[in-house]
């Protein structure tokens, strides 16, 4: 372990400053000390109000790759426009911190814990991985390559060498190319790091940096591998939800978040350095139409589908202005200067609190918005916010086009309206008032909704604030087919339990089979088949135990890591809710055998589970498992007959995931039942669903009486999710004032329930006034149904 300095080095010789960037309160964040005779900067992670003193993340440690990676962006940069030798010493001192958290395998760990550069080598948000924190640390690593080889050329060659170490290991991350699964009916590419367009966008940022100077056939392939699957997952467009985006995260559609979501800025430089049009398109889809969409009405936290507009963060506003920067860059387009400056006056003022959120006598930035008032601001300044901010501003404040906009503030905005359909009047049948929130791929708006049977109907009062025409869209559950719900018991055990992994004593437990193409939750592409992946599951329980065991598939079992590092491998995971609720996965597990043995890892609860016991022995074509969990561990679960419990239990593949239901684990609704039984029951699993017909779940709606339009739901090949579709064809022509929504199911199959959660109604041409400090004033229209901008 390196030696610390008795003291810590205070890094503010003088406060950096130019123009609007103030770097003083990132260099308040920073302290530097000495490890193995190098400066090092550790980047504090949170600054609270009032004092703005240093604040550590509770648990994960005292700074970490994800901060001072781009914190020496930061650094860089401003050594970069003013030649200032400080800024250049602290971008050292920042990117000797990352090279310290390299692994030798290229990959990264995340926090250290103490000034003396302890390594949380365990915690959640730290695991060595070529994740987020890694792709933020190559592209710290590019950028400090590109600028220290003309300063210190020795220095430049360790960046370089690091890099590439970390490049390779990004070229191990990548899933096999050009394979795709299948979600919702939609093709989704199968190689993207982590599964998400997000993360491999900011692994594209580094590859990009470190090729525009030293370009090489390697570094090109996995850009174009990268940007090639990030275009193709591209959704929507015009007046269609998720009007062009790049969805997150390949397991779900329906999920964009602004924060980290890199895709138009990745596209656009990566296409405009290796001459390729068509990502550059890709990036033109998002920006014109989604991002010109938030510019004029409201910058947002997610979409899923319904826009959260609260929790607005600088991080979401700059992957906006760096979108539309790069997109300036690579198309010499003014229209894009004027958007990202546009964008980024977020951060003085223009924006729903109507706060200037960066402050350019101190450097801070403030944390966040949560409502449309002065009050629901966060006014904690944090390392993230100040850097993001930072970033975003230096890339306009200079330009002359851009630099017009960062003060102006709408004096007129678009009013949209959003209607919980949980707000209606129930006038027929029986209604079902329901309760959920997160799906495991979005979430209701709300966290209510309304489940309408045929002849249930709901009425909703909407008051429209403008004559106009507008879109009107429904967030509802698209419905896959019925599929029975499998039968899963757990069997008194007939006598002493011998923990051995012979299984001798299993007979008696019920096989739950998990090995069919239904049940892929993810990575169906990639699934080898039920010889290679796949597993058949048992339960048994007594007075003191709940016992697991299964008969894995697997010609070759691969497991270097322990306790919390075990996903990295071959591990059996077990989900619980053991209050029979459904509300909360409160237990979950992993068994694996470990170069340590065999370990019971409770993810919960952050620590292995006391008194478990697991065995583990290879078998043919594979290997079992075998455990004891004691029910005192398990919230002191107390089986008894005919109780239930819910489950999940699923093994990893190679880019993807297979367990008993299908769905995603972590969410509770999702859970399977597991019956403690004396004696099994006649089986009913493994059922497969029956065809079905899109009106065999069905609603209407009629506005202020008008002949109903009909909205099917029975639309989903795989499993029910929630979607934002039109109502109705084109826009509808509404006064100002109250109008009433009739909602009434209207599903063929009389036993089918259609769930409704919201009505959005949008003007089908969004126009913001805005007004800058000198009262001159301009507008800028986006045409939903066109997709096209008018700016005078």
């Not at 309160?25 to 703005?52: C, F, K, M, N, R």
């Not at 086009?401 to 209607?419: G, N």
């Amino acid at each position: 372990m390196p030696a610390a300095t008795p003291e810590p080095t205070p890094t503010a010789l003088r406060p950096l400053r130019d123009g609007l960037i103030n770097l003083a309160h990132l260099q308040h964040l920073t302290e530097i000390v000495e490890w193995d005779g190098e400066p090092v900067a550790l980047v504090h992670i949170y600054s609270e109000a009032p004092d703005y003193g240093w604040v550590d993340a509770a648990g994960e440690g005292i700074a970490c790759v994800d901060d001072v990676a781009r914190a020496a962006l930061v650094y860089l940069a401003f050594y970069e426009r003013t030649g200032n030798l400080q800024a250049l010493a602290l971008a050292r001192a920042a990117l000797n911190f990352v090279l310290y958290m390299q692994a030798d395998d290229g990959e990264y760990y995340n926090f250290v814990l103490d000034r003396q550069g302890t390594i949380n080598r365990d915690g959640r948000t730290s695991y060595k991985s070529w994740g987020w924190w890694a792709a933020r640390g190559q592209w710290a690593l590019a950028a400090g390559y590109r600028v220290f080889r003309k300063v210190d050329p020795d220095y430049a060659a360790r960046l370089r060498a690091a890099y590439l170490r970390g490049e390779e290991a990004l070229g191990r991350a990548i899933g096999p190319v050009g394979t795709y699964n299948e979600l919702h009916g939609v093709r989704v590419p199968a190689w993207l790091v982590g599964n998400g367009s997000d993360l491999s966008s900011l692994a594209i940022l580094g590859l990009a940096e470190y090729y525009a100077v030293e370009p090489n056939g390697r570094t090109r392939q996995l850009m174009a591998n990268l940007a090639n699957g990030v275009a193709a997952y591209q959704l929507g467009g015009p007046g269609q939800y998720p009007f062009g985006a790049h969805p997150s995260t390949t397991t779900s559609t329906a999920l964009w978040h602004a924060w980290g979501s890199h895709q138009v800025h990745a596209l656009a430089r990566a296409g405009a350095l290796l001459g390729r049009d068509d990502w550059i398109q890709s990036a033109r889809r998002a920006a014109d139409n989604l991002f010109v969409f938030f510019l004029t009405t409201d910058l947002v936290n997610e979409m899923l589908p319904l826009p959260r507009r609260s929790g607005q963060i600088a991080y979401g506003t700059e992957v906006i202005t760096s979108g539309f920067w790069a997109l300036y860059q690579a198309t010499g387009e003014e229209k894009y200067a004027r958007y990202a400056g546009l964008a980024a006056s977020w951060f003085f003022g223009n924006n729903m609190a109507g706060v200037p959120m960066y402050d350019p006598e101190t450097g801070r930035c403030y944390d966040g918005i949560d409502g449309p008032s002065p009050f629901r601001v966060n006014r904690n300044a944090g390392a993230e916010s100040t850097i993001e901010a930072l970033l975003a501003l230096m890339q306009v404040d200079r330009d002359p086009i851009a630099s017009r906009y960062l003060a102006v503030r709408a004096a007129e905005a678009p009013t949209l309206v959003l209607a919980e359909a949980e707000d209606g009047r129930e006038v027929a049948g029986t209604p079902t008032y329901g309760r959920r929130e997160w799906t495991g791929e979005a979430r209701f708006s709300n966290g209510r909704y309304y489940a309408l049977k045929p002849g249930d109907a709901v009425s909703l009062t909407v008051h429209i604030p403008a004559d106009g025409d507008y879109l009107v869209y429904v967030s509802h559950l698209r419905r896959a087919a019925p599929r029975p719900e499998p039968v899963a018991e757990a069997i008194r055990a007939p006598g002493p339990v011998n923990v051995d992994g012979s299984l001798d004593e299993w007979d008696v437990a019920q096989p739950l089979p998990v090995n069919r193409p239904d049940q892929i939750l993810r990575g169906a592409a990639t699934w080898p088949g039920p010889e290679e992946a796949s597993f058949t599951l048992y339960w048994m329980w007594d007075e003191e135990n709940l016992y697991a065991a299964a008969r894995v598939r697997d010609p070759q079992h691969v497991q270097q890591e322990t306790g919390p590092s075990v996903w990295r491998g071959d591990a059996l995971w077990l989900y619980l809710n053991t209050t029979g609720d459904r509300r909360r996965v409160d237990v979950k597990l992993t068994l694996a055998q470990t170069p340590q043995g065999p370990q019971v890892w409770n993810w919960t609860a952050g620590m292995f589970l006391p008194g478990a016991q697991l065995a583990w022995r290879l078998a043919e074509g594979g290997y079992i498992y075998e455990a004891a969990l004691p029910l005192k561990s398990l919230n002191s679960l107390k089986p008894e007959p005919g109780k239930r419990i819910f489950f999940e239990a699923g093994m990893g593949f190679t880019g993807g995931f297979i367990d008993w239901t299908g769905l995603d684990p972590d969410t509770a609704e999702n859970l399977a039942p597991l019956t403690f039984v004396t004696a099994l029951s006649p089986i009913a699993a493994g059922v497969q669903p029956e065809e079905q017909r899109p009106d065999d779940v069905a609603f209407s709606v009629s506005l202020d009486g008008h002949i109903p339009a009909i909205v099917p739901q029975a639309l989903s090949p795989d499993r029910d999710y929630l979607w934002l579709d039109p109502v109705f064809e084109g826009s509808v022509f509404l006064n100002r004032g109250p109008h009433t929504l009739l909602v009434t199911g209207a599903s063929r199959r009389p036993d089918r329930e259609a769930i409704v959660d919201a009505f959005w109604f949008v003007p089908a041409v969004l126009c913001k006034r805005l007004e800058d400090d000198s009262g001159h004033t301009f507008t800028l229209c986006y045409d939903m149904r066109t997709g096209t901008s008018a700016w005078p």
